[in-house]
């Protein structure tokens, strides 16, 4: 299951893009969005997924 950001939570800080091992995240108009197709949730790179590790806001979440 690949982890989402919610659009409203989000404040376009990139922190969780600065951190995604597989390039998954990537900025959208003015908020972040992730692609599900390249979302592994860091798997074999992190222990937990680091986009919602590193959100300020809690807007980086499971699909």
């Known amino acids: 299951m690949a982890y989402k ?5 989000c404040e376009g800080c990139g922190s969780c ?5 597989n390039g998954a995240i990537s900025h959208k108009k003015k908020v972040y969005s992730i692609n599900p197709d390249k979302c592994k949730e860091c798997q ?8 919602a590790a590193t959100c300020p806001n809690g807007a980086c979440v499971p699909a």
């Open 5 to 9: 950001i919610l659009a409203d939570a």
């Open 44 to 51: 074999g790179d992190f222990d937990e997924p680091q986009c």
């Open 17 to 21: 893009e600065a951190v995604c091992p």
